[in-house]
Nanobody, 126 residues
Framework: QVQLVESGGGLVQAGGSLRLSCAAS????????MGWFRQAPGKEREFVAG????????SYADSVMGRFTISRDNAKNTVYLQMNSLKPEDTAVYYC???????????????????WGQGTQVTISS
């Protein structure tokens, strides 16, 4: 089992920045692909960004391309999501997810991820 804990959410004004962190614990020794997803009220959970097990490949949703950056520090078992130029439409609960997968093709489908954090709220005011 892998446990994921997100942190770093909060309330910021439009145009501001936040950095989310996702700390993994438990059986973290495998090649885990990591993803960030978000869910706004009344909407389905959507892919935001993903990074391959070795950090060699990343992928982003079109809506965040050029504004968000995903990275990972395997020595710390932590994944980050740097979010810049935030917009009110970025408001959502952000979730970290992990999938045991030795590939550089990023998975964007939520149901294919095995482990999830509890989520962290991000609210952007206009």
């Amino acid at each position: 089992q892998v446990q994921l804990v997100e942190s770093g959410g909060g309330l910021v004004q439009a145009g501001g920045s936040l950095r989310l962190s996702c700390a993994a614990s438990g059986r973290t020794g495998g090649p885990y692909e990591m993803g960030w997803f978000r869910q706004a009220p009344g909407k389905e959970r959507e892919f935001v960004a993903g990074v391959s097990w070795d950090g060699g490949s990343t992928s982003y949703a079109d809506s965040v391309m050029g504004r968000f950056t995903i990275s990972r520090d395997n020595a710390k078992n932590t994944v980050y999501l740097q979010m810049n130029s935030l917009k009110p439409e970025d408001t959502a609960v952000y979730y970290c997810a992990a999938r045991l997968r030795l590939s550089r093709v990023i998975t964007t489908t939520p149901s294919l991820y095995s482990y999830w954090g509890q989520g962290t709220q991000v609210t952007i005011s206009s």
